[in-house]
């Protein structure tokens, strides 16, 4: 969709092309860290789903994948984060070495929980991707190990990324215009 025909869009922040070439750089990160070993891209539904594919076909290590959906509870406003997994993943991680996928780290809430939860689980190594880092907000520190871009603090969508569950389908990520109170 042209970004001049949704009105709530602002401006573009990153075009397809450069998120192309940043997941391009990422995956070879990625694909040298692994050298030798196979990963498991584990990624959190929906919004990752967009970002772990076109990463995953870019990795030249064996890959496998998995999902699982979790229910946040956590605001722009601030308050703690609660999280809870909805649906979990299909296979044990035991002995793996896995690579979680996110679409962005704010608060880092999710993340905590996230990793929290996956470490009980005995993976062999278990290590962050991020596709947009919103660091100005992060409250709760956790390691990000491979992320494709910085974002300043304003809402975006695309490539994953939704507002009220629309625009998750765009190719580009767009900032939304602020709403008015
Ligand atoms: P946090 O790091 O726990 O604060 O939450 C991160 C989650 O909030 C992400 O996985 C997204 O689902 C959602 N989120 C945060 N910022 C944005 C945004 O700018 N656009 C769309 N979703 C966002
Ligand atoms: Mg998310």
Known sequence: MNPSSIP????????????????????????????GKSVKLIGVLKGSVFFLTALARHIEVPVEIDFLGISSFSNRSGAPGLVRIAKDLDDSIEGEDVLLVEDIVDTGFTLRYLLQTLAG??????????????????????PVKYRCFEIPDRFVVGFGLDHNQLYRNLGYIAVMKPERT
């Not at 596709?131 to 992060?138: F, N, P, Q, V």
């Open 121 to 142: 689980r005995a993976p062999n190594s278990l290590s962050v991707c991020t596709l947009l880092d919103r660091h100005s907000r992060r409250i709760v520190q956790t």
């Open 8 to 35: 709530g869009l602002d401006r573009v922040l990153f075009t397809e092309e450069q998120i192309d070439a940043r997941i391009r750089e990422v995956a070879a990160e990625i694909t040298r860290d692994y050298e």
